[in-house]
């Protein structure tokens, strides 16, 4: 389950999700960050550990990490072709994506890549 079920009054938190199915339904979820990587990518356990704490700062994020080979139909799904894809959407719409061969993976401040 996606939600807490306790009935306090600290929002839930929706921690990052490990994909491991072919099917992943982001209808109804207005934010999310999808990491495509792979096991054997040093990187992606960097980048997974930033999404780690981005999914606990926020309810309204859903944050989750693929691996693109084990999950090859997702992979194929998104168009990923390198791994350490970063994939934003906004429900089933794509909104912006980076891929690992970009110069700048991941920009300082708020800055985004040319492209």
């Not at 990587?37 to 704490?53: D, K, R």
Request: overall charge negative; hydrophobic content about 40%.
């Amino acid at each position: 389950s996606l939600s807490s079920s306790s009935s306090s009054s600290t929002p839930s938190i929706m921690p990052l999700v490990k994909v491991t199915s072919p099917t992943l339904d982001l209808a109804g979820k207005t934010k999310a960050v999808l990491l495509f990587g792979a096991s054997w990518h040093e990187g992606c356990y960097l980048i997974e550990a930033v999404l780690t704490a981005l999914s606990t700062t926020s309810d309204t994020i859903f944050v989750a990490s693929i691996d693109a080979e084990e999950v090859s139909e997702l992979a194929d799904k998104y168009n990923v072709t390198a791994v350490r894809t970063l994939i934003f959407s906004n429900g089933d719409t794509v909104m912006d994506r980076l891929d690992d061969g970009q110069a700048t993976f991941l920009p300082a401040g708020d800055q985004r890549p040319k492209v």
